[in-house]
Each structure stands twice: as structure tokens, then as C-alpha cells.
């Protein structure tokens, strides 16, 4: 390390500089890590960002217009429609993360294994693999959560399970480029057992791609969880939860357009700022 590299004006003027070229250099990856932390920010302390209560009306209020009173409008029971738009956040995001999380766990460990093992076992995984791709996500989502039973929970576990094929394809496909490489094989050479191998050279090499495939199943995760809330099978009313937002102003379209408007936007744009990042981490620009 030189003198200037260990001087710490140089060292802050230099993280600077890296920062201001990143801000410029890409704006909209900027703009969508700041979509993201300010959701995360609501699903955390909403109580900070609004000071209506998400079920508490004002009937006085009812049906009232976006203003500077009320960002989002209300609803026709005088509902402050920002405040349950931000309140719904948690509701939304737990069941996306949940959905997430059980489709990469359960869809890593199948592609893992088929990826490792290869033959009859390989195909028949695959097999199976293949029959949920050809099923529609979210009418394999609407399926399970009909078996399960209606609750966030319930729907994040069906949408879980629709993203399960996805995450194996990608890591079965990573498995086995990694699986041949010659330090593999050294490894093997070396006297290291198939657990051992797995674990410390081919898991580790595999995951970036399947890390990438997260951050982009989290937009169709958060669209997923909002249809079916918007179709019945999430939360029950009065909660606040993005899918039912939108549902509750379909009867009004015509008359107060900002009832569902205004929340669909909100998840248009937390969806596209996902995929940005889930393009960003993939190394698409």
C-alpha cells in the first residue's frame, strides 16, 4: 500500500468519486435501489411516513380526490388510501420474501441434486421439473392456495412452490458447468468424498446465477402475491394489503379511477425497480 493509499482524504475523495460515477453512470439502477428502500422503509416503520390509520375512516372524507390532504385519495368508507398502501407493505413484502426464500431453498437443493447426480436420476427430476414450467405460475399458485386455504401465508407458500422449477432449472444448468472443471475433479482426486465436494467447491460456484434469478423472481413474486390478493386469497378485508387495494376501487373505475390507479402504480413501479436490480446483479446493464 502506498502513502496516498493509506492517506484517508485520498481514500474518501476516491469513495466519492466511485460514488458520484455510479449515480451518474446509472441512474436507473440508483433510482431503483431507492424505490426499494423506501418500500422497505414503509414495510418497517409505516407510522413514519403517514399519520392515518389504515383502517379508521372519516365517512365525511369518503370518495375524496388525491390532494394534499390525502396523496392517494380515499376510499368510500373515507380511508386514507397512501396510508393503506403503505400499511399493506408488510403484509406484501413478507409473503414475497417468504415466496422467494421457498422457492430457492426447495428449486437449489432439486437442481442441485440432478444436476450432481446425472443419468435416470437426472431425467426423471427433470421430468417432473418440465410438467411445472408448462403449468402457468399463477394458476399453479391459485391451485395450492385452494388446497391450502385462503391467508398470506397460504398464498406465499403456493407462489413458493410455482417458482420452485425456475430456481432448479438454473441451478441444475449451473451444476453442471461447475460439475466438470478441473478443480472438481482435483478435488476428487484428492480424496474428498461427495458431500464434501458439493459443499465446498461446486454450491459455492453455482449460487450467483440463482442469486440473480431471486432478485428478478421477487418482481413476479410481488405480482403473483398482489393478484391473488386482488382475487380474493390473501388477507381479508379490512387489512391492508396491495392486491386488495386495487380490488376494492374495480367498482369504481368509471367514477374514482384513483382508488386502484394509485396502488397499481405503486406495485408497476416496485416490480420494474426489482427487475432492475435483478438485471443489475445478473450483469445486464
Same mark, same amino acid.
Given at each position: 500500500?502506498?502513502?496516498?493509499?493509506?492517506?484517508?482524504?485520498?481514500?474518501?475523495?476516491?469513495?466519492?468519486?466511485?460514488?458520484?460515477?455510479?449515480?451518474?453512470?446509472?441512474? &436507473?439502477?440508483?433510482?431503483?435501489?431507492?424505490?426499494?428502500?423506501?418500500?422497505?422503509?414503509?414495510?418497517?416503520?409505516?407510522?413514519?411516513?403517514?399519520?392515518?390509520?389504515?383502517?379508521?375512516?372519516?365517512?365525511?372524507? *369518503?370518495?375524496?380526490?388525491?390532494?394534499?390532504?390525502?396523496?392517494?385519495?380515499? @376510499?368510500?368508507?373515507?380511508?386514507?388510501?397512501?396510508?393503506?398502501?403503505?400499511?399493506?407493505?408488510?403484509?406484501?413484502?413478507?409473503?414475497?420474501?417468504?415466496?422467494?426464500?421457498?422457492?430457492?431453498?426447495?428449486? *437449489?437443493?432439486?437442481? =442441485? =441434486?440432478? &444436476?450432481?447426480?446425472?443419468?435416470?436420476?437426472?431425467?426423471?427430476?427433470?421430468?417432473?421439473?418440465?410438467?411445472?414450467?408448462?403449468?402457468?405460475?399463477?394458476?399453479?399458485?391459485?391451485?395450492?392456495?385452494?388446497?391450502?386455504?385462503?391467508?398470506?401465508?397460504?398464498? !406465499?407458500?403456493?407462489?413458493?412452490? *410455482?417458482?420452485? !422449477?425456475?430456481?432448479?432449472?438454473?441451478?441444475?444448468?449451473?451444476?453442471?458447468?461447475?460439475?466438470?472443471?478441473?478443480?472438481?475433479?482435483?478435488?476428487?482426486?484428492?480424496?474428498?468424498?461427495? &458431500?464434501?465436494?458439493?459443499?465446498?467447491?461446486?454450491?459455492?460456484?453455482? =449460487?450467483a446465477a440463482v442469486l440473480s434469478l431471486a432478485a428478478l423472481e421477487c418482481g413476479s413474486a410481488i405480482l403473483a402475491v398482489a393478484a391473488l390478493g386482488f382475487l380474493g386469497y390473501g388477507a381479508p378485508p379490512p387489512e391492508p394489503e396491495w &392486491?386488495?387495494?386495487?380490488?376494492?376501487?374495480? @367498482?369504481?373505475?368509471?367514477?374514482?379511477?384513483?382508488? *386502484?390507479?394509485?396502488?397499481?402504480?405503486?406495485?408497476?413501479?416496485?416490480?420494474?425497480?426489482?427487475?432492475?436490480?435483478?438485471?443489475?446483479?445478473?450483469?445486464?446493464?
Amino acid at each position: 500500500m502506498t502513502v496516498l493509499d493509506s492517506n484517508p482524504r485520498v481514500v474518501a475523495t476516491g469513495r466519492a468519486h466511485r460514488l458520484r460515477h455510479a449515480l451518474t453512470d446509472k441512474p &436507473g439502477l440508483t433510482l431503483a435501489w431507492l424505490v426499494i428502500a423506501t418500500v422497505v422503509a414503509w414495510a418497517l416503520v409505516p407510522s413514519w411516513f403517514t399519520k392515518y390509520s389504515p383502517l379508521e375512516g372519516d365517512s365525511d372524507a *369518503s370518495f375524496s380526490a388525491p390532494s394534499l390532504e390525502h396523496l392517494f385519495g380515499t @376510499d368510500r368508507l373515507g380511508r386514507d388510501l397512501l396510508a393503506r398502501t403503505i400499511y399493506g407493505t408488510s403484509t406484501t413484502l413478507t409473503a414475497t420474501l417468504l415466496a422467494v426464500a421457498l422457492g430457492f431453498v426447495i428449486g *437449489s437443493a432439486i437442481g =442441485l =441434486l440432478s &444436476g450432481f447426480l446425472g443419468g435416470r436420476a437426472d431425467a426423471v427430476i427433470m421430468r417432473f421439473v418440465d410438467v411445472l414450467l408448462a403449468i402457468p405460475g399463477l394458476l399453479l399458485a391459485m391451485a395450492v392456495v385452494t388446497a391450502l386455504g385462503y391467508g398470506t401465508v397460504n398464498i !406465499a407458500i403456493a407462489v413458493g412452490i *410455482s417458482a420452485v !422449477a425456475a430456481f432448479a432449472r438454473v441451478m441444475r444448468s449451473e451444476v453442471l458447468k461447475v460439475a466438470g472443471t478441473d478443480y472438481v475433479e482435483a478435488a476428487y482426486g484428492s480424496g474428498a468424498g461427495f &458431500g464434501r465436494v458439493v459443499v465446498r467447491h461446486v454450491l459455492p460456484n453455482s =449460487l450467483a446465477a440463482v442469486l440473480s434469478l431471486a432478485a428478478l423472481e421477487c418482481g413476479s413474486a410481488i405480482l403473483a402475491v398482489a393478484a391473488l390478493g386482488f382475487l380474493g386469497y390473501g388477507a381479508p378485508p379490512p387489512e391492508p394489503e396491495w &392486491g386488495l387495494a386495487v380490488a376494492e376501487g374495480r @367498482d369504481f373505475l368509471a367514477t374514482y379511477p384513483w382508488i *386502484s390507479l394509485l396502488p397499481g402504480v405503486v406495485i408497476a413501479v416496485v416490480v420494474l425497480s426489482t427487475n432492475r436490480i435483478g438485471r443489475a446483479l445478473g450483469g445486464t446493464r
